[in-house]
Structures are given as structure tokens and as C-alpha cells.
């Protein structure tokens, strides 16, 4: 993800999180250590965004608006 992404929407309320699927989350730590996020860059090893949103491969994308619900589903 372009780290201008996030800065340039973070001022209109926009919030970027990455979630790495990995099962180690030390093998996801060097990509991460790479990346440099200005956002919030998590791993989720139990593959819980796998069952609660349906991703079925990465990358991959939902948009969740300010009250929770998610406007744009898996596709």
C-alpha cells in the first residue's frame, strides 16, 4: 500500500488498516518492519477477518463506513 494513500486521506477521516493472514506473525514481521505503515498494520493468524468478511484470497478489500457497517463487501 502507497504510504501517500493513507496521509492523503487520514485528513478526510479515512482510515486505512492493513491485516496481514499470516499464521506466525513473526514471519509477517519483516514485511511489515519494511513497509514503514503510518497506519495500523495488524495479523490476524486465527484468520478471523477470513470468517467474518469472507475474504477468500489476498489482497483484498472491504470499506466499513464510521458507524460499522460495511458498505462495499467482499466482491
Same mark, same amino acid.
Given at each position: 500500500?502507497?504510504?501517500?494513500?493513507?496521509?492523503?486521506?487520514?485528513?478526510?477521516?479515512?482510515?486505512?488498516?492493513?491485516?496481514?493472514?499470516?499464521?506466525?506473525?513473526?514471519?509477517a514481521?519483516?514485511?511489515?518492519?519494511?513497509? $514503514?505503515?503510518? $497506519?495500523?498494520?495488524?495479523?490476524?493468524?486465527a484468520?478471523?477477518?477470513?470468517?467474518? =468478511?469472507?475474504?477468500?484470497?489476498?489482497? =483484498?478489500?472491504?470499506?466499513?463506513?464510521?458507524?460499522?457497517?460495511?458498505?462495499?463487501?467482499?466482491?
Amino acid at each position: 500500500m502507497r504510504k501517500a494513500f493513507h496521509e492523503e486521506l487520514a485528513p478526510a477521516g479515512v482510515e486505512i488498516v492493513t491485516v496481514a493472514l499470516d499464521t506466525d506473525v513473526e514471519a509477517a514481521r519483516p514485511f511489515h518492519e519494511a513497509a $514503514h505503515p503510518t $497506519h495500523p498494520s495488524l495479523v490476524d493468524p486465527a484468520h478471523q477477518m477470513v470468517e467474518h =468478511f469472507g475474504m477468500t484470497n489476498a489482497p =483484498f478489500a472491504i470499506w466499513i463506513d464510521e458507524t460499522g457497517t460495511i458498505v462495499r463487501p467482499a466482491e
